[in-house]
């Protein structure tokens, strides 16, 4: 399941970046791969995923600086 | 450029004398003003069904007239939490502006600005606590500003009109609308009452401050801020389509159905009605070069 949230994250990602390959590791903000605008519509793709909300007080930008980050923090069942 | 401009923002602050004058005359009581004894019974909408976020689309004409209610009851809570927060972020702004060079002119009316909006905060919260037991939260994240103060404070005061004109929209039409209960219709008034100073001041300013970034920024740097602001548009109207106040309706599946009718043509033409005034606004004035959305947004 880790993997496929990530693979379907990094889709999302990338489908909105052109096509553009995006890494696991790669920092979406520094990187410019997701803005502020976008976060919310991708905060919903994540609890989508997840089946489950992310709480407002874990919504913090380093929680969210990767999508290998994202996995770990907010997929840990399947990430083990 | 920023030392011109901090001198010299505002030349007429005609129009800020007549803002105080009317908000003086306009005060009133926060506590006041609405009635809170009232019970808003089961059978009603709360929101007007034609702005709930599914008209029009097959997940509402699937709802029964109850699931409707329910789902208007629920929107109008979440309603209540945007414009509370949105309103919030907008008085910050405000605030870290005032007496600031460039906003001096403006400053004596900010402060009826702050007090207005911290009204209104109040009185969303309230509303959303004691007829809804809670406020959705804020799940935003806010990002570094622009580097350049010129742009910064010109995006601030675009966005700040921007949230304010698609509330007014919604303001207005519940404020007529009878099938909704008297508490709501009222809050609804006494906000675009105070409201339609507020774009009055915004609208003076983005005049103003844009004017004196066309000199100073570059063509495209002026488009990559339309940009900004128009996927900023699209985020502003996407708020209304909140997936927790889906389930609290009782629709399943609420994140799928979010996604399905964001994406459908007929919600897009209904967020072209709501920013039509502000489009309007911004186009008439150069300061967005057409009123094109959608197409703008794979740019942000």
């Not at chain 2, 007529?176 to 507020?198: A, F, M, Q, T, Y």
């Not at chain 2, 039509?276 to 300061?287: D, E, P």
Request: aromatic share 12%; net charge negative.
């Amino acid at each position: 399941m880790s993997s496929e949230a990530e693979q379907k994250l990094l889709a999302w990602i990338s489908e909105r970046n052109g096509g553009l390959p995006v890494l696991p590791s790669s920092n979406l903000m520094k990187e410019k791969l997701i803005n502020s605008l976008q976060f919310v519509s991708f905060l919903m793709y994540i609890e989508e995923l997840r089946g489950a909300p992310v709480e407002e007080a874990e919504v913090r930008l380093d929680s969210f600086s990767s999508v290998a980050t994202i996995v770990g923090k907010f997929f840990p069942a399947s990430h083990n | 450029v920023t030392g011109a401009r901090e001198a010299s923002l505002i030349q007429d602050d005609a129009k800020f004398r007549r803002l105080i004058e009317i908000s003086r005359e306009s005060t009133y009581s926060v506590h006041d003003v609405l009635d809170w004894s009232e019970q808003i019974p089961s059978d009603v909408y709360w929101m007007s069904p034609e702005l709930l976020s599914l008209h029009g689309t097959p997940h509402f004409a699937a709802l029964s007239e109850g699931q409707r209610r329910e789902l208007s009851k629920w929107e109008f809570i979440n309603y209540c939490s945007v414009n509370m927060y949105g309103e919030r972020e907008l008085v910050a702004a405000v605030l870290t502006r005032l007496y600031r060079p460039a906003f001096r002119t403006a400053s004596e009316y900010f402060h009826h600005f702050i007090d207005e909006e911290n009204k209104h905060m109040w009185f969303f919260a309230r509303f959303a606590l004691q007829y809804g037991g809670k406020l959705y939260p804020d799940k935003r994240v806010r990002t570094s500003s622009y580097e350049n103060d010129a742009v910064d404070d010109f995006v601030t005061f675009a966005k700040i009109t921007i949230f304010e004109e698609i509330g007014d929209y919604l303001n207005v039409a519940m404020m007529k609308d009878v099938r909704l209960p008297p508490i709501i219709r009222e809050l609804n008034r006494v906000h675009h009452s105070d409201e339609g100073r507020h774009l009055s001041m915004g609208r003076k300013l983005l005049e103003d401050m844009h004017r004196s970034l066309r000199s100073a920024c570059a063509a495209d740097e002026l488009l990559a801020v339309e940009r900004y602001l128009k996927r900023y548009m699209i985020n502003s109207v996407e708020t209304f389509y909140n997936p927790y106040a889906y389930l609290d309706a009782g629709i399943a599946d609420a994140y799928r159905v979010r996604r399905e009718v964001i994406a459908l043509d007929s919600r897009k033409s209904h967020h072209a009605v709501l920013l039509n005034r502000i489009m309007s606004f911004l186009v008439s004035r150069g300061i967005f070069s057409s009123n094109s959305l959608y197409a703008e947004e794979d740019c942000s």
